[in-house]
C-alpha cells in the first residue's frame, strides 16, 4: 500500500529535491504525473513519466552505461539511455559493485576538548562509572529451553504495583543457546547475553537455563565472568521444572526489586549518554530529512564526548569511503574496512550480495539499490571523527562517533546495540516500524509526514517537516538531541508505551 499523502498540490518549484549540485537526478516530494512541469536550478523540465512520491526522476540526459549521481555520488549505472524527465528506479538502473581508492587518514585524531557548557540528564549512577536511563530487572533465557519460563517469570508481575524507582521485570527469551557450534557462534550470543545482564539499564538480572544446553549459566556466574549480587542463576532441571522455578526466581526478585526501589535518579553529565543509531522500513526521504537531522544530533552527542553509534553494516556498504576518511586513525579506518570484508565473505558463503538488502518497502519507497540507501543511512553519523569501530554486542568505551558490526535486519542490530551498552535508542523510518527494546527506550523519527500521520502512535518526532521546507535539519537535530535528554531521564517513548519488546540476538552458525 502506498502512502498516503498529506500536503498540497506541488508546484513546478516545490515539486522535486535537488540535493547535490552533481545530481543528474532530483527526487518527487509528492507524487508526480506524467507531464507535471518540474523546476530545477532554474530550468523547467516536463516529466515524461509518473513519478511515486519519493522516487527519482532524471534531470539531465544520461546515456547507457552513465553514471547515477545521488548525493553527489555514483548509485549505479543506466542500463539504457534515459531521458530528462524520465522516472529512474530499478527498471533502468542497474547495480554495479564500486571500488574505491581509499583515503586513509594521515594523522590521529584526539578527542574532542571538553564542552564550555555540559547538559546533565536524571540518571541512575551505576558500580562501573556507566549511566542508566532505565532501572529494571532482567530475566534472561541462556537457551531457548529456558525461553518460555523467562517469559512466565515477566509476565508474572503484569498488574502488580513496581516502586516507583523500578521500569519493570523484562524478560528476554530467545531460540539460540543449544544445537549450536562451540565456537564463535557460542562466543557471539555469550557476549551478547553478557551485554545484556550487566546493562546499564538493568537493576540486577537472573541468568535462565535448563541445564544441559550448550550455552551454560556457569558462563554468566563462574570464573570467566565476575560474581556479583546483581546476578543470580537458576535451571529448570535443578530447580524443581517450570513452576517451581518460576516461584524460586520470583522470591529472588522480590529482593532485588527491594534493592532497585532504594535506587534514585541523580544528575548525570550528558557524556554518559551512550545512543544508538539505527534506520529501518527506510525510503527515499531518509537521507534527506530524518538521517541528516540525526546526524546533528550524533555531532552534538560526539562534540560534549558522549558517544553514538552507527549500526548496520550492510547499509553502509558503498558509503564506506566516505567512513574510512572520516577515521580517528588508520587502524580504526583498518578495522571499519575488515568488518565490511568479512561480511562481504558472509554473503558469499549463502550466494548473496549486500544488493539483496533493500527490502520490497525501501523500493516502493523510492530506494533503487544498496548504493543509494548507504549514502543515505550514513548521514545519522553526521560529520564527526570516526573514533573506534567495535564487533556486534562488544562494549562501546570510546566517546564521540563508533561503528558497530551488525546486519541490517532491525531487531538483530538493535540486539547488538544494546549488549555493548546503549543506553538509548533513536531509530528513523520512512515506510514506518514498530520495534522497540525490552530495557532501552528507542525513540522514532519518521523521515515523511504521511508516515508520521499514519502511525501516530508509534512516532516520537516527525522529520517530514523539513521536506515541506517547515523546519530545517539543524532545528530538527536540535529537537532530537533535546528529546534524547528527556527520555535519558525518564520520558517514555511510544514503543515503551505500546510495550514493544523486541531481541533477537545474531545467528551466524549451522544448527546441529
Not at 352 to 370: A, C, Q, R, V
Not at 459 to 481: C, L, P, Q, W, Y
Request: charged share 20%; hydrophobic share 40%; glycine share 10%.
Amino acid at each position: 500500500m502506498g502512502l498516503v499523502e498529506i500536503a498540497p498540490p506541488p508546484t513546478a518549484q516545490n515539486a522535486v529535491i535537488h540535493l547535490h549540485p552533481k545530481d543528474n537526478i532530483a527526487v518527487a516530494r509528492a507524487s508526480l504525473a506524467a507531464g507535471q512541469v518540474i523546476e530545477v536550478e532554474g530550468r523547467q523540465i516536463t516529466l515524461l513519466d509518473a513519478a511515486p512520491m519519493g522516487h527519482k526522476v532524471a534531470i539531465q540526459p544520461i546515456p547507457e552505461g552513465g553514471r547515477i549521481i545521488r548525493y553527489g555520488q555514483d548509485m549505479g549505472r543506466a542500463c539504457m539511455a534515459i531521458q530528462p524527465g524520465r522516472w529512474v528506479h530499478t527498471h533502468n538502473v542497474s547495480f554495479e559493485e564500486l571500488h574505491f581508492d581509499y583515503e586513509f587518514p594521515l594523522a590521529e585524531i584526539p578527542d574532542p576538548p571538553p564542552p564550555a557548557h555540559m547538559p546533565v540528564f536524571p540518571g541512575y549512577a551505576r558500580e562501573d562509572g556507566r549511566a542508566g536511563s532505565r532501572n529494571y530487572i532482567a530475566v534472561v533465557a541462556a537457551s531457548n529451553c529456558a525461553a518460555h519460563t523467562a517469559e512466565l517469570i515477566a509476565a508474572s508481575y503484569q498488574g502488580e504495583t513496581l516502586p516507583p524507582n523500578v521500569d519493570g521485570v523484562a524478560a528476554f527469551p530467545h531460540g539460540e543457546g543449544c544445537g549450536m557450534a562451540i565456537g564463535p557462534d557460542t562466543l557471539q550470543l555469550q557476549r551478547t547475553l553478557a551485554g545484556v545482564l550487566h546493562h546499564p539499564n538493568v537493576s540486577a538480572a537472573v541468568i535462565l537455563g535448563l541445564g544441559c544446553e550448550v550455552n551454560q549459566i556457569e558462563h554468566y556466574l563462574g570464573q570467566d565472568a565476575p560474581r556479583t549480587e546483581r546476578l543470580v542463576g537458576f535451571t529448570l532441571q535443578t530447580s524443581g521444572g517450570t513452576r517451581a522455578t518460576v516461584e524460586a526466581v520470583r522470591k529472588e526478585i522480590g529482593r532485588m526489586i527491594e534493592r532497585a526501589a532504594a535506587e534514585k535518579r541523580t544528575e548525570l553529565p550528558a557524556s554518559k549518554l551512550v545512543v544508538g543509531l539505527n534506520c529501518g522500513g527506510s525510503d527515499s526521504f531518509s537521507g534527506i530529512t530524518a538521517n541528516p537531522a540525526l546526524g546533528v544530533c550524533s555531532d552534538m552527542l560526539a562534540a560534549i564526548g558522549a558517544a553514538a553509534v552507527l549500526a548496520e553494516t550492510t547499509e553502509i556498504f558503498g558509503a564506506e569511503h566516505l567512513l574510512v576518511k572520516r577515521a580517528r586513525n588508520r587502524a580504526v579506518a583498518g578495522k571499519l574496512l575488515d568488518f565490511v570484508r568479512s561480511y562481504k565473505a558472509y554473503l558469499s558463503r549463502f550466494g548473496e550480495s549486500f544488493d539483496d538488502n533493500p527490502s520490497p518497502g525501501n523500493k516502493e519507497g523510492g530506494l533503487t539499490n544498496i548504493l543509494e540507501k548507504s549514502l543515505g543511512a550514513v548521514a545519522k553519523a553526521g560529520c564527526s571523527p570516526l573514533m573506534d569501530a567495535v564487533d556486534y554486542a562488544e562494549r562501546i568505551t570510546s566517546p564521540g562517533f563508533v561503528f558497530m558490526n551488525t546486519p541490517g535486519y532491525d531487531p538483530v542490530s538493535l540486539t547488538g546495540l544494546a549488549a555493548g551498552g546503549c543506553n538509548l535508542i533513536v531509530f528513523t523510518t520512512g515506510r514506518g516500524s514498530a520495534i522497540g527494546f525490552p530495557t532501552i527506550p528507542v525513540i522514532k523519527i519518521a523521515t515523511n509526514n504521511a508516515t508520521f500521520h499514519r502511525m501516530r502512535d508509534n512516532m516520537d518526532i516527525n522529520a517530514g517537516r523539513i521536506a515541506d521546507g517547515a523546519a530545517t535539519v539543524a532545528e530538527v537535530g536540535s529537537e532530537i538531541f533535546d528529546f534524547v535528554l528527556r527520555v535519558a531521564g525518564g520520558e517514555n517513548t511510544c514503543s515503551e508505551r505500546l510495550g514493544h519488546k523486541e531481541f533477537v540476538p545474531w545467528k551466524i552458525g549451522p544448527y546441529l
